[in-house]
């Protein structure tokens, strides 16, 4: 019983580094695509800038609120 519990607990361990793994890539891929100049020139065009200094005041507020 003891061998069946570890051996499933080395592969939650497993599957739960490779999902950290994953994010990790994913992040880093997108720290890529957001500093190519031709990609912050289209989301300049969408007017991405616009959302996040609407989004900030919000985003602030909300972490004060946490933080009661």
Do not use: C, W
């Not at 720290?31 to 900030?56: H, M, W």
Request: aromatic content about 8%.
């Amino acid at each position: 019983m003891q061998r069946e519990s570890q051996v499933t607990r080395q592969d939650h361990d497993r599957d739960t580094l490779f999902m950290l793994s994953g994010i990790a890539l994913m992040v880093f891929g997108a720290g890529l695509i957001l500093s190519n100049p031709v990609a912050q020139g289209y989301l300049s065009r969408f007017g991405l800038s616009n959302l996040t200094e609407k989004a900030l005041p919000d985003l602030e507020r909300y972490l004060r609120l946490r933080s009661m």
